[in-house]
C-alpha cells in the first residue's frame, strides 16, 4: 500500500490532468486504480476531495462498474471472458487450470496480492476466444501452452508492456463485405459534401436513406438528428454509442479497430448537421487495448483539418471527439444510461421522455447513435440516400453487419443486405449442422431450425448483430443458464422486476438444468418473465427474460428432458441444508439425512 | 342427503400454536363446523396418525427435519393443503434466525451461557436435526391456499374455512388479511 | 384558461394540466394508484413500478408517464393487479419483512399496498439476506432488512434536509442502502427525527427509538380501512397515526 502522502499526490494529479471536472470522475478512477490496484476508502475519499464531490457519489460510482475494486486487488487482474461462446470453446477448461497454476482461487486474490482470476461478462472476442483481460487488455485465443507462459510472465512481475505481442492480437475477421466495409472511402470526403451541400442537404439524403439504429433498435436515425437539430440549445452534443455489451456482438469492435476515420466521420458529420462542436466515444472498457490508436486516429485527423477548429479551413465548422473508457457495465449502451456515465454518474437509466435528443448530455440536446449507424452515415453524405437505400428491404434500407460466433467453421463479420435469410448466413459461415440461433445478443430471440428461412431485418427478426450457432452437440440450456447468469450480473439494480427478477429467474434456470424441476417451475419461468417484460423500467429488464421465454417455446425438449415427473420440488436442496448441522453434532445417523427417496417417496 | 364429513388434519411445525389458539377462538362456531368436518390428526384430537384427508392445515415453518418429514406426508395424503399463518407463508419471526449461521445460533444457545459444565450442541439422534436455514412450506411442497395472519383472526379463519367448504373463491374482507 | 384536457382511467374522465403524469393527475382527481417510490412531494423516480398502468394497451409507471389527451388507462384490471401483485412479492422475499415483529406492522405503506393488491404470500423463494440493523443514533433506529431502496430518505435528506444522510451502493441485487459517514453509522450524522428523511419512509427501516407500539395492533392505520381511503402514511400527522410532523 502506498504511504497516505504519495497516495494523495498521484491523486491530485490524475485529478489535475482531468481538469478536475466531475464528469471524468469514471474515467479518473479508472487511472487512480490503475496506479494504486484497488480503490480503498482513503483514495475514494482523496478523489471526491479533489474533485468537491461527496465521497458517497465517488463511491456509488465504484461501487457499480465490475472493473472498479473497493476490496483489495491483485496487481495483475486476470477475468476470463465468460460468455456462452467461450464456454464452446473450453473457457472453463483453462480458467480452473490458470487458478491452479497461479494457486489463486477463482474470484479471489492471492494472499501475495500480485494476481487476481475471475470471470466477466462478453469481451466482444468471440470470434478468437477463448478470451480474457489483463488488467483490461485484451487476450484472445489462449491455450493452456499460452497459460503457462502468462504464469511464468505474472509470477516474474514482467510488466504487461512487455508481455509478447501476439497474446493480445486483436484479427478483424471480415468474411464478407458490402458497401460498409467493401467500397473505399477518402478521408474527408463526407465533411466536403456536408461543406458542400449544407446540412439541410444531408439531412434530407439521411431520411431518403432510411437509415435505422444499428445497434438494433432501430429508431430512424434521420428522425433523431432532426429531432435534436430542431431542439433549443446553444450547446450540443453528439455521442457514439461503442458500448458494445450484448454477447456475441464484435462488429463495433472491427469497426473502431478498421474503420475509425469512418465512424469518427460519421460523428463529425452529425456535429455540423446539429449545431454541436463536441462529440464523445463511449467505448467500452472491454476495448481498452484500441485506446491510444484512436486517440492516434483523432490527433491525425486534427493535424489533417478533418477534427478540430476551423474543419476544412471553415471558420464555421468546428468539432472535436474525446474517447470516454466504460468500466465493465452493460446497462450503460442504454443510451440514457450511457449519458449518465458519461456524466460521472453509475450508470442508472432515466426516466424518458424526456428524450437525449432534447435533454441528453448534461441535460442539453444530443444524438446518441451506435458506431454502425454513424459509418452508414458518413458514407450516405458522400453517396446519398438513394443509393444506400437501393439496398435492404422495404423497412430496413442498407446493409447489417453481423457478428457470428459459435458452432461454425468461419467465425467473424459478415456484411450483408437486410433483408438476408438465417439460413442463407448459416451457409456462407459454414455452420454445420445447426440446432439453433441466438439473435441479437442474450436480449434478443433464440430462434429453432423452423425459422431458418425468415428474414434478417426490423420487419422479421431485428437485430444489433449477434448471431451465436449452437450446433446439435449442444445444450440449449447451457446457454440459457449463462443467458440467466449474465442477467443478474448486469442488472442496474434500480427497479424492481429487473432487480429481483433476474435472481429469482436465475434460480429457476439452475433448478432444471441441475435436474430438479417440475412442469410447475416452467409454468412459474413463464408467469415471472412476463412481469420482467412488462414491469420493467428500461430495456435490459424488458428483454432479460428473452431467452428463457423463447426457448420454453422453440426447444421445449431442452427443458423436458430435464425435468421431474412429480408435480413440485423443493425450492432448495434439504439434505445439503442439513450439512452444517451434521458437522456441528457429529451426527452420522440415519435421521440426520433427508435422501432422495424419502423424498420422492412423499411427493404425490 | 346424507354427505360425509370432510376430514380435515391440522399440525403445527415450526411455530409458537398461536395460529391453532385462533382455530379455538372459533368459539361457538366451531359447532357448526364439526357439522361438517371430522378432524383426523391434530394437536386437538391428539390422533397421532395421518390417516387420508381431504385438506389440511400446516401452522409453523420448516426448521428441521421432523418437520420437513410431517410436511410431506400431509401433502401425500391431503388433497388440499393450507398455509396458515405467518411462519408457514414467510418463516415469520423463527426465519430471523437466517440472520446467523446455525454454528452461531447453536453456540450462543448451548455453549456460552454462564455457569455451564461440559457445554456442548445437542447431538442425541432423538432430537431432530436442524436445517441451516427456517424456510416457509411453499419452498418445499405445493400449497393450494394461503391464509397469513400472526396468527389470522378467527373470524378470517371463519371465512376461509365456510368459503372453501362451499367450494366458493376465497374472498376475505380487507379487515381479515393481516400479515401481523 | 386553456380548455382542459382528459384521459379516461378505467373509464372514468380524468382532467390534466400540461406537464402532469397520470399519476399526479389521477391523485389531484381523488382517483388512487399503488405506489411506494412514489410521494407527490418529490419528482418521480419510477423504480418501485407498482404504479404501473396499461396506456393505450401498453404497461407504463403512472408515476413518470406524461398524461396526454385521450390517452386510455387501464389500472384497476385482473391483469394488472396480478402483476403488481408480482413485484411486490418480489420486494417481500427480497428483503426480510417479518411484519410480526415490526413496530411499523399496520401502520407500514408496504404492507398497505400489499393488502390493496391481495396478496395473501411473498409466493417466490426468498432471499433471506444478512443486512444490519443500526442503533448507533440516540434518537433513530436503521433496519436494513426492511429497505425496498425507493430512495425516498435519499432524496429527503439530500433535496429537502440538505444533509446527504443516505445513499445507494453497488449494482443490481446488491445495490443497498448506506449512511453517508466514514463509519457507516447514523450516530455519526446529524440526522434528527424532525428530518423529512425520517418522515418518507414507506416501511420500516426508519424508526424512531423512544415510542414504540402506542397505537396497538388492530387500531393502526391500515388495519381497518385500505390506504386507498387513509392516504399514504407518508402524507398523514403523527397525531393521526402517519409519519408528517405537523
Given at each position: 500500500?502506498?504511504?497516505?502522502?504519495?497516495?494523495?499526490?498521484?491523486?491530485?494529479?490524475?485529478?489535475?490532468?482531468?481538469?478536475?471536472?466531475?464528469?471524468?470522475?469514471?474515467?479518473?478512477?479508472?487511472?487512480?486504480?490503475?496506479?494504486?490496484?484497488?480503490?480503498?476508502?482513503?483514495?475514494?475519499?482523496?478523489?471526491?476531495?479533489?474533485?468537491?464531490?461527496?465521497?458517497?457519489?465517488?463511491?456509488?460510482?465504484?461501487?457499480?462498474?465490475?472493473?472498479?475494486?473497493?476490496?483489495?486487488?491483485?496487481?495483475?487482474?486476470?477475468?476470463?471472458?465468460?460468455?456462452?461462446?467461450?464456454?464452446?470453446?473450453?473457457?472453463?477448461?483453462?480458467?480452473?487450470?490458470?487458478?491452479?497454476?497461479?494457486?489463486?482461487?477463482?474470484?479471489?486474490?492471492?494472499?501475495?496480492?500480485?494476481?487476481?482470476?475471475?470471470?466477466?461478462?462478453?469481451?466482444?472476442?468471440?470470434?478468437?476466444?477463448?478470451?480474457?483481460?489483463?488488467?483490461?487488455?485484451?487476450?484472445?485465443?489462449?491455450?493452456?501452452?499460452?497459460?503457462?507462459?502468462?504464469?511464468?510472465?505474472?509470477?516474474?512481475?514482467?510488466?504487461?508492456?512487455?508481455?509478447?505481442?501476439?497474446?493480445?492480437?486483436?484479427?478483424?475477421?471480415?468474411?464478407?463485405?458490402?458497401?460498409?466495409?467493401?467500397?473505399?472511402?477518402?478521408?474527408?470526403?463526407?465533411?466536403?459534401?456536408?461543406?458542400?451541400?449544407?446540412?439541410?442537404?444531408?439531412?434530407?439524403?439521411?431520411?431518403?436513406?432510411?437509415?435505422?439504429?444499428?445497434?438494433?433498435?432501430?429508431?430512424?436515425?434521420?428522425?433523431?438528428?432532426?429531432?435534436?437539430?430542431?431542439?433549443?440549445?446553444?450547446?450540443?452534443?453528439?455521442?457514439?454509442?461503442?458500448?458494445?455489451?450484448?454477447?456475441?456482438?464484435?462488429?463495433?469492435?472491427?469497426?473502431?479497430?478498421?474503420?475509425?476515420?469512418?465512424?469518427?466521420?460519421?460523428?463529425?458529420?452529425?456535429?455540423?448537421?446539429?449545431?454541436?462542436?463536441?462529440?464523445?466515444?463511449?467505448?467500452?472498457?472491454?476495448?481498452?487495448?484500441?485506446?491510444?490508436?484512436?486517440?492516434?486516429?483523432?490527433?491525425?485527423?486534427?493535424?489533417?483539418?478533418?477534427?478540430?477548429?476551423?474543419?476544412?479551413?471553415?471558420?464555421?465548422?468546428?468539432?472535436?471527439?474525446?474517447?470516454?473508457?466504460?468500466?465493465?457495465?452493460?446497462?450503460?449502451?442504454?443510451?440514457?444510461?450511457?449519458?449518465?456515465?458519461?456524466?460521472?454518474?453509475?450508470?442508472?437509466?432515466?426516466?424518458?421522455?424526456?428524450?437525449?435528443?432534447?435533454?441528453?448530455?448534461?441535460?442539453?440536446?444530443?444524438?446518441?447513435?451506435?458506431?454502425?449507424?454513424?459509418?452508414?452515415?458518413?458514407?450516405?453524405?458522400?453517396?446519398?440516400?438513394?443509393?444506400?437505400?437501393?439496398?435492404?428491404?422495404?423497412?430496413?434500407?442498407?446493409?447489417?453487419?453481423?457478428?457470428?460466433?459459435?458452432?461454425?467453421?468461419?467465425?467473424?463479420?459478415?456484411?450483408?443486405?437486410?433483408?438476408?435469410?438465417?439460413?442463407?448466413?448459416?451457409?456462407?459461415?459454414?455452420?454445420?449442422?445447426?440446432?439453433?440461433?441466438?439473435?441479437?445478443?442474450?436480449?434478443?430471440?433464440?430462434?429453432?431450425?423452423?425459422?431458418?428461412?425468415?428474414?434478417?431485418?426490423?420487419?422479421?427478426?431485428?437485430?444489433?448483430?449477434?448471431?451465436?450457432?449452437?450446433?446439435?452437440?449442444?445444450?440449449?440450456?447451457?446457454?440459457?443458464?449463462?443467458?440467466?447468469?449474465?442477467?443478474?450480473?448486469?442488472?442496474?439494480?434500480?427497479?424492481?422486476?429487473?432487480?429481483?427478477?433476474?435472481?429469482?429467474?436465475?434460480?429457476?434456470?439452475?433448478?432444471?438444468?441441475?435436474?430438479?424441476?417440475?412442469?410447475?417451475?416452467?409454468?412459474?419461468?413463464?408467469?415471472?418473465?412476463?412481469?420482467?417484460?412488462?414491469?420493467?423500467?428500461?430495456?435490459?429488464?424488458?428483454?432479460?427474460?428473452?431467452?428463457?421465454?423463447?426457448?420454453?417455446?422453440?426447444?421445449?425438449?431442452?427443458?423436458?428432458?430435464?425435468?421431474?415427473?412429480?408435480?413440485?420440488?423443493?425450492?432448495?436442496?434439504?439434505?445439503?441444508?442439513?450439512?452444517?448441522?451434521?458437522?456441528?453434532?457429529?451426527?452420522?445417523?440415519?435421521?440426520?439425512?433427508?435422501?432422495?427417496?424419502?423424498?420422492?417417496?412423499?411427493?404425490? | 342427503?346424507?354427505?360425509?364429513?370432510?376430514?380435515?388434519?391440522?399440525?403445527?411445525?415450526?411455530?409458537?400454536?398461536?395460529?391453532?389458539?385462533?382455530?379455538?377462538?372459533?368459539?361457538?362456531?366451531?359447532?357448526?363446523?364439526?357439522?361438517?368436518?371430522?378432524?383426523?390428526?391434530?394437536?386437538?384430537?391428539?390422533?397421532?396418525?395421518?390417516?387420508?384427508?381431504?385438506?389440511?392445515?400446516?401452522?409453523?415453518?420448516?426448521?428441521?427435519?421432523?418437520?420437513?418429514?410431517?410436511?410431506?406426508?400431509?401433502?401425500?395424503?391431503?388433497?388440499?393443503?393450507?398455509?396458515?399463518?405467518?411462519?408457514?407463508?414467510?418463516?415469520?419471526?423463527?426465519?430471523?434466525?437466517?440472520?446467523?449461521?446455525?454454528?452461531?445460533?447453536?453456540?450462543?444457545?448451548?455453549?456460552?451461557?454462564?455457569?455451564?459444565?461440559?457445554?456442548?450442541?445437542?447431538?442425541?439422534?432423538?432430537?431432530?436435526?436442524?436445517?441451516?436455514?427456517?424456510?416457509?412450506?411453499?419452498?418445499?411442497?405445493?400449497?393450494?391456499?394461503?391464509?397469513?395472519?400472526?396468527?389470522?383472526?378467527?373470524?378470517?379463519?371463519?371465512?376461509?374455512?365456510?368459503?372453501?367448504?362451499?367450494?366458493?373463491?376465497?374472498?376475505?374482507?380487507?379487515?381479515?388479511?393481516?400479515?401481523? | 384558461?386553456?380548455?382542459?384536457?382528459t384521459f379516461t382511467l378505467d373509464g372514468r374522465k380524468v382532467p390534466f394540466?400540461?406537464?402532469?403524469?397520470i399519476?399526479?393527475a389521477a391523485l389531484a382527481a381523488g382517483v388512487y394508484i399503488?405506489?411506494?417510490?412514489?410521494?407527490?412531494?418529490?419528482?418521480?423516480?419510477?423504480?418501485?413500478?407498482?404504479?404501473?398502468v396499461?396506456?393505450?394497451?401498453?404497461?407504463?409507471?403512472?408515476?413518470?408517464?406524461?398524461a396526454?389527451?385521450g390517452q386510455v388507462v387501464q389500472s384497476e384490471t385482473?391483469?394488472?393487479?396480478?402483476?403488481?401483485?408480482?413485484?411486490?412479492?418480489?420486494?417481500?422475499?427480497?428483503?426480510?419483512?417479518?411484519?410480526?415483529?415490526?413496530?411499523?406492522?399496520?401502520?407500514?405503506?408496504?404492507?398497505?399496498?400489499?393488502?390493496?393488491?391481495?396478496?395473501?404470500?411473498?409466493?417466490?423463494?426468498?432471499?433471506?439476506?444478512?443486512?444490519?440493523?443500526?442503533?448507533?443514533?440516540?434518537?433513530?433506529?436503521?433496519?436494513?432488512?426492511?429497505?425496498?431502496?425507493?430512495?425516498?430518505?435519499?432524496?429527503?435528506?439530500?433535496?429537502?434536509?440538505?444533509?446527504?444522510?443516505?445513499?445507494?451502493?453497488?449494482?443490481?441485487?446488491?445495490?443497498?442502502?448506506?449512511?453517508?459517514?466514514?463509519?457507516?453509522?447514523?450516530?455519526?450524522?446529524?440526522?434528527?427525527?424532525?428530518?423529512?428523511?425520517?418522515?418518507?419512509?414507506?416501511?420500516?427501516?426508519?424508526?424512531?427509538?423512544?415510542?414504540?407500539?402506542?397505537?396497538?395492533?388492530?387500531?393502526?392505520?391500515?388495519?381497518?380501512?385500505?390506504?386507498?381511503?387513509?392516504?399514504?402514511?407518508?402524507?398523514?400527522?403523527?397525531?393521526?397515526?402517519?409519519?408528517?410532523?405537523?
Amino acid at each position: 500500500m502506498m504511504e497516505s502522502s504519495a497516495l494523495i499526490q498521484t491523486i491530485r494529479d490524475i485529478v489535475q490532468r482531468h481538469n478536475k471536472m466531475p464528469t471524468r470522475l469514471l474515467q479518473i478512477l479508472r487511472e487512480v486504480q490503475d496506479s494504486l490496484t484497488w480503490l480503498s476508502a482513503e483514495a475514494i475519499n482523496a478523489v471526491a476531495g479533489e474533485l468537491g464531490i461527496s465521497p458517497d457519489k465517488v463511491r456509488s460510482v465504484a461501487t457499480f462498474y465490475s472493473f472498479l475494486y473497493t476490496e483489495p486487488h491483485g496487481s495483475y487482474d486476470i477475468l476470463f471472458s465468460d460468455n456462452i461462446t467461450d464456454r464452446m470453446l473450453g473457457n472453463r477448461e483453462l480458467l480452473h487450470y490458470l487458478s491452479e497454476r497461479l494457486g489463486v482461487e477463482i474470484n479471489s486474490t492471492r494472499k501475495d496480492g500480485l494476481v487476481s482470476v475471475g470471470t466477466t461478462s462478453c469481451t466482444g472476442m468471440c470470434d478468437q476466444g477463448p478470451a480474457a483481460l489483463v488488467n483490461g487488455y485484451a487476450l484472445t485465443r489462449l491455450t493452456k501452452p499460452r497459460l503457462d507462459r502468462i504464469v511464468g510472465l505474472v509470477n516474474a512481475k514482467t510488466p504487461l508492456e512487455q508481455w509478447p505481442r501476439e497474446f493480445f492480437e486483436v484479427v478483424s475477421h471480415i468474411h464478407r463485405a458490402d458497401i460498409l466495409l467493401g467500397r473505399h472511402f477518402a478521408d474527408g470526403a463526407a465533411l466536403r459534401a456536408v461543406l458542400k451541400r449544407g446540412p439541410d442537404a444531408i439531412v434530407e439524403e439521411m431520411v431518403k436513406s432510411g437509415l435505422r439504429g444499428q445497434g438494433g433498435a432501430g429508431f430512424k436515425s434521420a428522425a433523431k438528428w432532426i429531432s435534436c437539430r430542431n431542439a433549443p440549445g446553444e450547446v450540443k452534443y453528439v455521442v457514439c454509442n461503442a458500448d458494445e455489451g450484448e454477447p456475441g456482438t464484435f462488429k463495433d469492435r472491427v469497426l473502431m479497430q478498421d474503420f475509425a476515420d469512418l465512424v469518427f466521420e460519421g460523428m463529425t458529420v452529425c456535429g455540423r448537421v446539429i449545431g454541436a462542436r463536441q462529440g464523445f466515444v463511449y467505448l467500452r472498457g472491454e476495448y481498452r487495448y484500441m485506446v491510444d490508436a484512436l486517440k492516434a486516429t483523432l490527433q491525425s485527423r486534427r493535424e489533417a483539418g478533418l477534427l478540430g477548429e476551423a474543419i476544412l479551413g471553415d471558420p464555421g465548422f468546428s468539432f472535436d471527439i474525446d474517447i470516454h473508457l466504460g468500466a465493465g457495465a452493460y446497462v450503460c449502451g442504454e443510451e440514457s444510461a450511457l449519458i449518465e456515465s458519461l456524466e460521472g454518474k453509475h450508470g442508472v437509466p432515466r426516466i424518458r421522455p424526456p428524450f437525449p435528443t432534447t435533454h441528453g448530455y448534461l441535460n442539453q440536446p444530443t444524438v446518441v447513435n451506435n458506431v454502425e449507424t454513424f459509418a452508414s452515415a458518413a458514407k450516405i453524405a458522400v453517396q446519398g440516400g438513394d443509393w444506400f437505400a437501393s439496398r435492404g428491404t422495404a423497412e430496413s434500407k442498407g446493409t447489417k453487419l453481423l457478428s457470428l460466433s459459435g458452432d461454425c467453421e468461419r467465425p467473424g463479420i459478415y456484411e450483408y443486405p437486410f433483408g438476408v435469410t438465417v439460413r442463407q448466413v448459416l451457409e456462407d459461415c459454414g455452420a454445420k449442422n445447426p440446432q439453433g440461433i441466438q439473435m441479437a445478443g442474450p436480449a434478443g430471440h433464440m430462434i429453432s431450425e423452423k425459422l431458418f428461412d425468415r428474414r434478417i431485418c426490423f420487419e422479421d427478426l431485428a437485430t444489433g448483430g449477434s448471431f451465436m450457432v449452437f450446433d446439435h452437440s449442444r445444450d440449449i440450456l447451457d446457454g440459457i443458464r449463462n443467458f440467466a447468469h449474465f442477467f443478474v450480473h448486469e442488472s442496474c439494480g434500480f427497479c424492481t422486476p429487473c432487480r429481483v427478477g433476474t435472481s429469482l429467474m436465475r434460480d429457476l434456470v439452475d433448478k432444471v438444468h441441475t435436474g430438479h424441476g417440475t412442469r410447475a417451475d416452467l409454468e412459474e419461468m413463464r408467469k415471472l418473465g412476463q412481469i420482467m417484460r412488462v414491469g420493467s423500467h428500461c430495456g435490459l429488464g424488458q428483454t432479460a427474460p428473452n431467452p428463457v421465454l423463447d426457448s420454453l417455446d422453440q426447444f421445449p425438449e431442452s427443458y423436458e428432458r430435464r425435468l421431474r415427473s412429480t408435480a413440485f420440488e423443493p425450492a432448495f436442496d434439504m439434505n445439503a441444508a442439513l450439512e452444517q448441522a451434521r458437522w456441528l453434532t457429529g451426527r452420522t445417523d440415519p435421521d440426520a439425512y433427508l435422501d432422495e427417496e424419502i423424498l420422492q417417496g412423499a411427493m404425490p | 342427503m346424507i354427505e360425509s364429513k370432510l376430514k380435515v388434519a391440522t399440525c403445527s411445525l415450526c411455530g409458537c400454536f398461536g395460529c391453532h389458539m385462533s382455530l379455538l377462538d372459533l368459539d361457538e362456531r366451531l359447532f357448526d363446523l364439526a357439522e361438517k368436518i371430522e378432524f383426523d390428526r391434530s394437536p386437538l384430537t391428539d390422533i397421532k396418525e395421518l390417516g387420508e384427508c381431504d385438506i389440511g392445515i400446516i401452522e409453523g415453518g420448516i426448521a428441521n427435519v421432523e418437520n420437513v418429514h410431517t410436511l410431506l406426508e400431509f401433502r401425500a395424503r391431503c388433497k388440499v393443503l393450507i398455509a396458515m399463518g405467518a411462519c408457514a407463508i414467510s418463516g415469520g419471526v423463527p426465519a430471523m434466525r437466517n440472520q446467523y449461521e446455525l454454528k452461531d445460533c447453536l453456540e450462543e444457545s448451548y455453549t456460552r451461557g454462564t455457569g455451564l459444565v461440559d457445554a456442548q450442541i445437542p447431538n442425541d439422534p432423538e432430537i431432530p436435526l436442524l436445517l441451516d436455514q427456517v424456510h416457509p412450506i411453499h419452498e418445499v411442497v405445493k400449497i393450494d391456499y394461503f391464509l397469513p395472519g400472526c396468527p389470522p383472526s378467527a373470524d378470517a379463519i371463519w371465512t376461509f374455512v365456510s368459503q372453501l367448504l362451499a367450494g366458493q373463491p376465497i374472498t376475505l374482507p380487507y379487515t381479515q388479511i393481516h400479515y401481523d | 384558461m386553456s380548455e382542459e384536457s382528459t384521459f379516461t382511467l378505467d373509464g372514468r374522465k380524468v382532467p390534466f394540466r400540461d406537464g402532469q403524469t397520470i399519476m399526479a393527475a389521477a391523485l389531484a382527481a381523488g382517483v388512487y394508484i399503488p405506489h411506494l417510490c412514489f410521494n407527490p412531494e418529490f419528482p418521480p423516480h419510477g423504480s418501485c413500478r407498482v404504479c404501473l398502468v396499461k396506456v393505450n394497451g401498453r404497461m407504463q409507471a403512472s408515476c413518470t408517464a406524461p398524461a396526454m389527451a385521450g390517452q386510455v388507462v387501464q389500472s384497476e384490471t385482473e391483469e394488472i393487479r396480478e402483476i403488481r401483485r408480482g413485484i411486490l412479492q418480489m420486494l417481500f422475499v427480497e428483503g426480510n419483512h417479518v411484519c410480526p415483529a415490526c413496530e411499523k406492522s399496520g401502520a407500514c405503506q408496504l404492507q398497505a399496498v400489499a393488502y390493496y393488491v391481495g396478496m395473501l404470500a411473498p409466493h417466490y423463494t426468498h432471499f433471506y439476506p444478512r443486512r444490519p440493523v443500526d442503533a448507533s443514533h440516540p434518537d433513530a433506529l436503521l433496519d436494513f432488512n426492511r429497505c425496498i431502496l425507493c430512495e425516498l430518505c435519499v432524496r429527503a435528506s439530500r433535496d429537502v434536509d440538505g444533509k446527504n444522510v443516505f445513499a445507494v451502493q453497488g449494482r443490481g441485487i446488491k445495490a443497498h442502502l448506506v449512511v453517508n459517514t466514514p463509519s457507516g453509522k447514523l450516530g455519526a450524522t446529524d440526522f434528527s427525527l424532525s428530518d423529512k428523511a425520517a418522515q418518507v419512509c414507506p416501511t420500516g427501516t426508519i424508526l424512531s427509538k423512544h415510542s414504540g407500539y402506542e397505537i396497538p395492533i388492530g387500531q393502526r392505520l391500515y388495519d381497518r380501512k385500505p390506504i386507498n381511503v387513509v392516504g399514504d402514511v407518508a402524507a398523514l400527522a403523527v397525531s393521526k397515526g402517519g409519519r408528517r410532523h405537523d
